[in-house]
C-alpha cells in the first residue's frame, strides 16, 4: 500500500528557504507509473497545488510560484523534497505531498491519491 | 488559464439530506475534474474521479456528474461523519482545485 509522509521544520524565518522531505514507502519513486506532487493550504484558504516531478526529474509547477520553487527526486533514499526560496509570510500553509498515477497518452496529473498527513510550515521572525 | 467556480462556499445541511455542490470550468474541460474530502486535521481524500467515477472504497452515496464546464457533486442522505470542505479538482491544463465547499450539520 503506497504511503507517505512529510518532514521537515515547522518554522522558516522571513527570506530563507523553506525545505520540505516526503518519504515514500509501498512504492518505488523510481516507478514509471507516478508523478510525485506537493500542494499546500494557508490558514483559511483552499489548496493550491505547487508542483509535481517525475523520477528523472521532470517537473510541472504553477506559475505563480515557477520562479521560487524546486521539486527534485532522492531515488537512493525513496523520497523526493521541495524547496521553496525567498518565504514570506504568506507562505505559511500546510504543506501536503501526494501521488498522481500517470494515465498514458492521456494525462501525467490527473488527481492526486493518496496524500500524506500533512505538516505545518510556519514563516515568522 | 483555466478558472473554476466552486459554489456554494458554504452550506448548512440535516442528516438524510441531500446536498448537491457546483463546480463551473471557464472552459470546456471535457470530463477531466475530480472531487475530494478534506476534513480538518485529515489529508484531502479523492471521491470522485473523470467527473462521474467512484474511487474504490467510497461509499455509494457520492456520486458526481457533467461534462464540459458544469459539473455537480451530489451526497445522497447525509450522514454526520459527511462534515468536511469539498473540492473540485480540473487536470486538463496543470491541477487546478476549486475555492472548495464547507458543509456543517444544521
Known amino acids: 500500500q503506497l504511503q507517505l509522509r512529510e518532514s521537515g521544520p515547522g518554522l522558516v524565518r522571513p527570506s530563507e528557504t523553506l525545505s520540505l522531505t516526503c518519504s515514500v514507502s509501498g512504492a518505488s519513486i523510481v516507478s514509471s507509473s507516478y508523478y510525485w506532487g506537493w500542494i499546500r493550504q494557508p490558514p483559511g484558504k483552499g489548496l493550491e497545488w505547487i508542483g509535481s516531478?517525475?523520477?528523472?526529474?521532470?517537473?510541472y509547477k504553477t506559475p505563480s510560484l515557477r520562479g521560487r520553487v524546486s521539486i527534485s527526486v532522492d531515488t537512493s533514499l525513496n523520497h523526493f523534497s521541495l524547496k521553496l526560496r525567498s518565504v514570506t509570510a504568506a507562505d505559511t500553509a500546510v504543506y501536503y505531498c501526494?501521488?498522481?498515477?500517470?494515465?498514458?497518452?492521456?494525462?501525467?496529473?490527473?488527481?492526486?491519491?493518496?496524500w500524506g498527513p500533512g505538516t505545518l510550515v510556519t514563516v515568522s521572525s | 488559464d483555466i478558472q473554476l467556480t466552486q459554489s456554494p462556499s458554504s452550506l448548512s445541511a440535516s442528516v438524510g439530506d441531500r446536498v448537491t455542490i457546483t463546480c463551473q470550468a471557464s472552459?470546456?474541460?471535457?470530463?477531466?475534474l475530480n472531487w475530494y474530502q478534506h476534513k480538518p486535521g485529515r489529508a484531502p481524500k479523492l471521491l470522485i474521479y473523470?467527473?462521474?467515477n467512484l474511487q474504490t472504497g467510497v461509499p455509494s452515496r457520492f456520486s458526481g456528474s457533467g461534462s464540459g464546464t458544469y459539473f455537480t457533486f451530489t451526497i445522497n442522505r447525509l450522514q454526520p461523519e459527511d462534515i468536511a470542505t469539498y473540492y473540485c479538482?480540473?487536470?486538463?491544463?496543470?491541477?487546478?482545485f476549486g475555492q472548495g465547499t464547507r458543509l456543517d450539520m444544521k
Open positions: 472552459q470546456d474541460i471535457s470530463h477531466f
Open positions: 473523470d467527473a462521474s
Open positions: 516531478v517525475y523520477y528523472n526529474n521532470n517537473t
Open positions: 501526494a501521488v498522481s498515477t500517470i494515465i498514458p497518452r492521456r494525462a501525467n496529473l490527473p488527481w492526486f491519491d493518496p
Open positions: 479538482q480540473q487536470y486538463d491544463g496543470l491541477p487546478l
